[in-house]
């Protein structure tokens, strides 16, 4: 039986080979350095290790924080950035034992293929990683509201949070959660059914001014009363996605249209309440708003504006109406290869083309034709 002593010297072997690869270009053969040849681990100075392991997979990072108590501080002190989604299991207690180390991170992936975290592992994030502003804990279904809390008092910093899948979250505690995370850019809450309520759309409105990307997906108890709030609070927003929100209507959308002038994505599949109106508020806003719009940017209007659009399966549409849209946001694609405008099951749309299929099939009229 190979004892866990040797195990643990062929790992740090292993992780002093791949150090050195990349040091030497993947050369193979030792790293010269101020007329000095690397060829132990021992050799390697600081400052060069703190270059190498930005370069190395995370994994072989955490390894060589085990060869000595100079790297494991060195590379504690200077990573920033850290994924530990390649565990596939006991990811909790790594969490737990690397949190108290890595306390200079910012950016923290621990997206699972099964539920591992719990609740005491984000309690250690936000005990220790107040520099994170990138944190994704998507489908972390064991955690609880005790984790949001957590994250609201220890990780203040955060920009970008998804939370994707986390089916146990409450309104009230994503609320908590906004009163203190202030600064977040990009929300993801897709799945989150429990969490993204009407309520939660207020408090997101009230506090994080400076939200410019939210993912709603199937998220059914959203109505036209938070997505008016969002619109209203959130005007840098950018990308929203509101597919499966059945319960929103042209009232939603027509709140995005007048205060969010720099919407450029925005996804309503199988938003079946949504008619001619809501469309047609999208295309005036751009025509009421040209002249601000042109100022605030300097010559880069044709820039502004919906460049992806989802309106898969909202029945109620004609073409008149998405025509007009097409028209007016030229960026809206219908033909092959691009399909920024997305229309599948609304067979009362195949009329509907963008600029590129009708000049195209201008070209393809204007050919002769030569006779056989």
């Not at 190498?52 to 108590?69: E, F, H, K, N, S």
């Not at 910012?106 to 990138?134: G, K, M, S, W």
């Not at 997101?204 to 400076?210: L, V």
């Not at 405008?341 to 393809?364: D, E, I, N, P, Y």
């Amino acid at each position: 039986m190979i004892s866990k002593a040797k195990v643990r010297s062929e790992e740090l072997n292993s992780c002093f080979e791949k150090l050195l690869m990349v040091a030497a270009g993947n050369s193979g053969v030792g790293v010269r350095m101020e007329g000095a040849v690397i060829t132990e681990w021992k050799d390697i100075p600081m400052e060069l290790l703190l270059r190498i392991v930005p370069l190395v997979d995370d994994r072989t990072a955490i390894v060589a924080c085990g060869v000595c108590c100079g790297w494991r501080d060195a590379i504690c002190f200077g990573l920033t950035q850290l994924s530990l989604s390649w565990c596939r299991k006991n990811m909790n207690n790594l969490v737990l034992s690397l949190a108290p180390k890595f306390t200079r991170l910012q950016t923290l992936i621990l997206r699972q293929e099964y539920p591992q975290l719990e609740d005491n592992a984000v309690e250690a994030i936000a005990n220790f990683c107040h520099d994170i502003q990138e944190l994704d804990l998507s489908k972390s279904f064991k955690l609880s509201d005790h984790s949001l809390y957590a994250l609201a008092r220890g990780c203040p910093n955060i920009t970008k949070l998804n939370i994707s899948g986390c089916t146990s979250f409450s309104d009230g505690a994503l609320e908590y959660l906004t009163n203190f995370c202030q600064k977040l850019k990009i929300l993801n809450l897709c799945g989150c059914v429990k969490a993204a309520t009407d309520r939660a759309l207020q408090a997101i409105g009230r506090n994080c001014k400076m939200l410019q990307s939210l993912n709603l997906g199937w998220c059914d108890n959203v109505g036209d009363i938070g997505v008016m709030s969002l619109a209203y609070g959130c005007p840098d927003l950018k990308c929203l996605d509101l597919c499966g929100c059945v319960r929103i209507t042209d009232d939603s959308v027509i709140a995005l249209a007048d205060k969010c002038l720099h919407l450029r994505s925005l996804d309503l599949y199988y938003c079946r309440n949504i008619t001619d109106r809501a469309m047609y508020s999208l295309a005036h806003s751009r025509v009421n708003n040209k002249p601000s719009l042109w100022q605030s940017m300097k010559g880069r209007y044709d820039e502004e504006g919906l460049r992806s659009l989802n309106i898969s399966q909202c029945t109620a549409l004609t073409p008149s109406a998405v025509q007009t849209l097409c028209d007016t946001f030229p960026a809206l694609h219908t033909c092959s290869g691009r399909h920024t405008l997305v229309m599948s099951g609304c067979l009362s749309l195949t009329s509907v083309h963008c600029a590129c299929a009708v000049q195209a099939h201008r070209t393809l009229n204007t050919i002769p034709h030569t006779a056989h």
